[in-house]
């Protein structure tokens, strides 16, 4: 069974600065899908990144970008400019890509809290 | 706003009571998934269904049962509720179960409830 893990519990940066945010996953697939999920204090999943398995390219979204090592199984996030909007709870999720999987469910890891100081 | 409504937004029922929870998916969407946010704990994976018919069981207890009608929304029922019920219920849509811009799943605002 697949299985995503984010090691940092909690996290701090200074308004400005860069974070970064670890997450790693274990599955024997070769097609799938990586998330990375922001959910603010109103408690709303707001996804921030996708990354397909099959592109060796990381993605980015603004000051959203990833680091995706698939020999590694690692995905992380880094924010750059981080500002007070960005405080917020961080989901890492894996979801097969395989076409004959019975369900395409999102795996979560335990998630990343993530503090922005002035 | 991701175009999945759910209702309520908060709940608040005693113990051993039944509730029922609702979603109506992004419209064009196949796909609902049903997710458990406790305070203690991350998402936990209830239900999924696809197209009318149940795809996948996640950590769902024998009391609590969902379904999907042929309009796409779909309902989550709790009976006999107790306090570790408690949490925030998600749903989530996506448009199906394959394909890479299917691969997105949408989420409501969730279901807040409480069980005194």
């Known amino acids: 069974a697949q299985t995503v893990t984010q090691s940092q519990p909690e996290m701090s940066v200074q308004e400005a600065e860069t974070v970064t945010l670890s997450c790693t996953y274990d599955t024997s697939e070769s097609d799938y899908y990586l998330f990375w999920y922001k959910q603010p204090p109103s408690r709303q999943m707001i996804l921030v990144i996708r990354?397909?398995?099959?592109?060796?390219q990381n993605a980015t979204e603004n000051r959203f970008s990833v680091n995706f090592q698939k020999a590694a199984k690692s995905f992380s996030l880094k924010i750059s400019d981080s500002q007070l909007g960005d405080a917020a709870m961080y989901f890492c999720a894996y979801k097969t890509g395989w076409y004959g999987g019975a369900t395409n469910k999102l795996i979560f890891g335990t998630g990343t809290l993530l503090a922005v100081q002035p | 706003d991701s175009g999945v409504t759910q209702t309520p937004k908060h709940l608040i029922t005693a113990t051993g009571q039944r509730v029922t929870l609702r979603c109506s998916p992004r419209s064009g969407d196949l796909s609902v998934y049903w997710y458990q946010q406790s305070l203690d704990q991350g998402l936990q994976f209830l239900i999924q269904?696809?197209?009318?018919?149940?795809?996948a069981k996640g950590n769902i207890l024998e009391r609590f049962s969902a379904q999907q009608f042929p309009d796409l929304h779909s309902e989550l029922n709790l009976s006999s509720l107790e306090l570790g019920d408690s949490a925030l219920y998600f749903c989530?849509?996506?448009?199906?179960?394959?394909?890479?811009?299917?691969?997105?799943?949408?989420f409501g605002q969730g279901t807040r409830l409480t069980v005194v």
């Open positions: 990354q397909e398995a099959y592109k060796q």
């Open positions: 989530a849509s996506s448009a199906g179960p394959r394909g890479a811009t299917e691969a997105e799943a949408f």
């Open positions: 269904y696809y197209n009318g018919e149940e795809r």
